[in-house]
Nanobody
């Protein structure tokens, strides 16, 4: 059984920084790992994605240059370093796992990030 859990959300002032972590338990072959976010009244959107097979990284345009995704293969963990945060970054951030050679995906329960004075 696969479990995905995020940590590291919180309240930060504009211009501040936060680091999110996502750990995956259960031994499964992974194709990609990443972060999505969903703000109130909006659809869930991709923030950053890393391909485990190719190493390619994709960022949403709005976070390029401010957010950095990284992964630790040994710990089966990914991180999202968020700098220069803006109020529009406020959302619930979800960890996403795409299984290799399968249509299966896995989601964490989400962690709240609030950027406000």
């Amino acid at each position: 059984q696969v479990h995905v859990w995020e940590s590291g959300g919180g309240l930060v002032q504009p211009g501040g920084s936060l680091n999110l972590s996502c750990a995956v338990s259960g031994s499964i072959p992974i194709k990609a790992m990443g972060w999505y976010r969903q703000a109130p009244g909006k659809e869930r959107e991709l923030v950053a994605l890393v391909s485990v097979t190719s190493g390619d990284i994709t960022y949403e345009d709005a976070v390029k240059g401010r957010f950095t995704i990284s992964r630790d293969n040994v710990k089966n963990t990914i991180y999202l370093e968020m700098n220069s945060l803006k109020p529009e970054d406020t959302a619930v951030y979800y960890c996403y796992i795409k299984r290799l050679a399968s249509a299966s995906t896995y989601w964490g329960l989400g962690t709240q990030v609030t950027v406000s004075q």
